[in-house]
């Protein structure tokens, strides 16, 4: 299309140079225009940049053969009616109109989508964060009562040596003062504190994997909000095919 439209401009400007432009005839200039929409090298948007060049190329650019076949091309599914009293001009930019207003609100329906999931995302976040802190203290608190019983049962062991007398006293008080079984209790936090931090695990990997969901979809968000009229996740080249109803789409210039 860039170089269709750079072999109009050149070709202009040469014949200017020359005071030939207004000889060519205009069933030439119309061969080329149609050419061109023909070809899918000019679209809407380049007929109305070349009715702005001279009187000639827009007075020749508003011809209903040229905007008959964009408005097949760009509207399919819109068959014009042979009782239709506009011009074709005219119903590609009501047809336009009405399709800018389907995709602004389709695209404001996206956004809202997105918005929900950054919602979710954001609560799923704040709850795994939640649960990360409570169990953070159940494994702080099984270590501290862990520690508490390993100390009484080295008070017990230490009861079956000779030992000082304030020292053996100490050590009947700490044992005394525990009213578990030792022996099972120390086993039974074991196993929770390992319990604890395979938990703690899979929460750290949860908050990173939903961290990740949000960060994309606030990308996209922000993606979707600059291109406000652009199909999000489609490439340029799309741009070629007359079929699609288009993307970057903007107000055709009126007459």
Known sequence: MNEFLHFLRFSRLEYMN????MSLP?????WILELGVNTSCLTYKDLCCISMSCRRLNRLS????????LLSFDFPAH?????DRQSPKSIYQIRFEKDKVKKLLAERRAVLRIESRIHEHTRKLHEIEGRLVDENEKLKAAIDELKGLRRVKEASTALKVWQPEIIHSRQKQIVENCSVP????INALEMEIKLCKQHISGFLRARKDENDRLEAAKERLSKVKYHPLQ???????SRNSRKSTGKNLKRVKHE
Do not use: I, M, N, P
């Not at 020359?18 to 432009?21: K, Y």
């Open 26 to 30: 205009d069933e030439l200039w119309r």
């Open 231 to 237: 199909s999000f996740g489609l490439d340029d080249e």
């Open 182 to 185: 030792v022996g099972f209790r």
């Open 18 to 21: 020359q005071g030939l432009e």
């Open 79 to 83: 068959v014009s009616s042979s009782t």
């Open 62 to 69: 508003k011809e209903d053969v040229l905007w008959s076949k």
